[in-house]
Structure formats: structure tokens, C-alpha cells
């Protein structure tokens, strides 16, 4: 495996777990013809195979799930674009540049909901997690990693990814 897959799929009745582990299992097989191997999560509860030299990322909205399979760490988020976010959330997540980016953004709300998804998938991919309030990071609302797909913002960050 050199590159990353990818899938997605709406819940249609799944919970977003049970989805996301069915794309998984489908990654994993259509990649090595095997069954998905047991899954482990680290102390501070990242999910990882226990014998494999794959890794993955998982994420789920109301609507949909989300997964990549790569043979280096990633990390993926999702939310639904017409997710309301209070916009005060920005004072407390938001590192000085990007709260100057994003205070220059004519949709706020999509701003935010972009910046937050790339702040999430980069602390799935380092497996810190989000400690306190992510507002170290350099993110920018256009960045060309968060796409658009069924109405989700998408962010998957790999691993040698860094903000702007």
C-alpha cells in the first residue's frame, strides 16, 4: 500500500460506530484480502490494529461515516455544514492567526466548522487527543485538505501534514 483509501457512506439506520467499522472492514479487506485484524487503543484512546503496519482514522456525523486506511498515520474528521456552532466557541479554540483568518472569513460558521474539522484530524492523527482547547495549531479555513462531500466538511490530515 503506498497511498491512502477512502470511504464513505450515510448511516441509514447504522449507528455512525457500526458504519464506520463496516467501511473499516471493507478498506482493510479490498487493501491486504484479509479479515480486519483486533483493535487496540492506546492510553489515551487511540484506536490502532494490533497486528498490522496499517493505520486508520474513523468519523462519523448524524448522517454519515467516515474512514481512510493508510500505511502511515492519519487522521480524518467530518461534521454536517448546516452543523450551528456557537461562534463564541472561536475565543477558545482558535490560535491568534487563525482567529485572524477567521475573523476576515465571510461565513463564520463555515469557517469555524473548517477549522475545527482540520484541529480534530490532526489531533486524531498525533493521538494526543484534544487536550484542553486546541489553540496552538495554524490552521486556515481554505485549506485545500478540508473538502465537501454530501453536504460534510472532510478534513484527513497525513502523516508529515502540518497547517498552513
Known amino acids: 500500500m503506498k497511498e491512502m483509501r477512502f470511504a464513505w457512506m450515510r448511516l441509514e439506520g447504522r449507528s455512525g460506530h457500526e458504519a464506520g467499522r463496516q467501511l473499516l472492514r471493507r478498506l482493510y479487506r479490498e487493501e491486504t484480502g484479509e479479515e480486519c485484524p ?5 492510553k489515551r484512546g487511540k484506536p490502532y490494529f ?7 482514522s474513523i468519523s462519523h456525523t448524524k448522517s454519515h461515516a467516515f474512514c481512510v486506511l493508510a500505511p502511515f498515520p492519519v487522521g480524518l474528521d467530518a461534521e454536517e455544514m448546516n452543523r450551528k456552532v456557537n461562534l463564541r466557541l472561536a475565543d477558545k479554540i482558535l490560535s491568534p492567526a487563525e482567529r485572524s483568518r477567521f475573523d476576515a472569513a465571510p461565513d463564520k460558521q463555515a469557517a469555524l ?6 484541529k480534530e484530524a490532526a489531533a486524531k492523527r498525533s493521538g494526543e487527543g484534544l487536550n484542553g482547547y486546541p489553540d496552538h495549531t495554524n490552521f486556515h479555513p481554505g485549506d485545500h485538505r478540508v473538502t465537501e462531500i454530501d453536504g460534510c466538511y472532510v478534513a484527513v490530515l497525513k502523516e508529515n501534514d502540518h497547517a498552513v
Open 113 to 118: 466548522l473548517r477549522l475545527w474539522v482540520l
Open 50 to 56: 494490533q497486528d498490522s503496519p496499517l493505520y486508520f
Open 38 to 42: 483486533v483493535i487496540l487503543t492506546t
